[in-house]
């Protein structure tokens, strides 16, 4: 589940993705028309504070597990943004499936 959202004074929207956990992994699911993915990170089963410029903010107590498994080993390497595509370059995503055209009537909702 993706949630985005656009303040009025604010040029970009936001996006809010839901982490879903299982016994071994948790994952973020993305959708690119009818294709579903699903990104998968170690377990995410608790969270630390950290300064963020000044501000307080939440991250996963494993960052470098979080980062090495959606970057691979080289990590450290750059990737041009204009190079890094979010439904191709992930390590760690999977396919997982097609909606059918009922379900992308259900899918999908526009509140703006």
Same mark, same amino acid.
């Given at each position: 589940?993706? !949630?985005?959202?656009?303040?009025? $004074?604010?040029?970009?929207? &936001?996006?809010?993705?839901?982490?879903?956990?299982? @016994? %071994?992994?948790?994952?973020?699911?993305?959708?690119?028309?009818?294709?579903?993915?699903?990104?998968?990170?170690?377990?995410?089963?608790?969270?630390?504070?950290?300064?963020?410029?000044?501000? !307080?903010?939440?991250?996963?107590? $494993?960052?470098?597990?979080? &980062?090495?498994?959606?970057?691979?080993?080289?990590? @450290? %390497?750059?990737?041009?943004?204009?190079?890094?595509?979010?439904?191709?370059?992930?390590?760690?995503?999977?396919?997982?499936?097609?909606?059918?055209?009922?379900?992308?009537?259900?899918?999908?909702?526009?509140?703006?």
């Amino acid at each position: 589940l993706e !949630l985005r959202t656009k303040f009025i $004074n604010m040029p970009y929207p &936001i996006d809010i993705f839901f982490i879903y956990h299982d @016994k %071994k992994s948790s994952w973020v699911g993305g959708v690119d028309g009818k294709k579903k993915y699903r990104y998968y990170y170690p377990l995410i089963n608790q969270v630390c504070g950290t300064d963020l410029f000044g501000y !307080l903010m939440y991250v996963p107590c $494993n960052p470098l597990d979080i &980062i090495k498994s959606e970057y691979g080993k080289n990590w @450290k %390497k750059p990737i041009l943004s204009s190079q890094y595509i979010w439904n191709r370059s992930p390590h760690n995503m999977k396919s997982a499936g097609v909606y059918s055209i009922y379900e992308m009537r259900s899918a999908r909702k526009d509140y703006g």
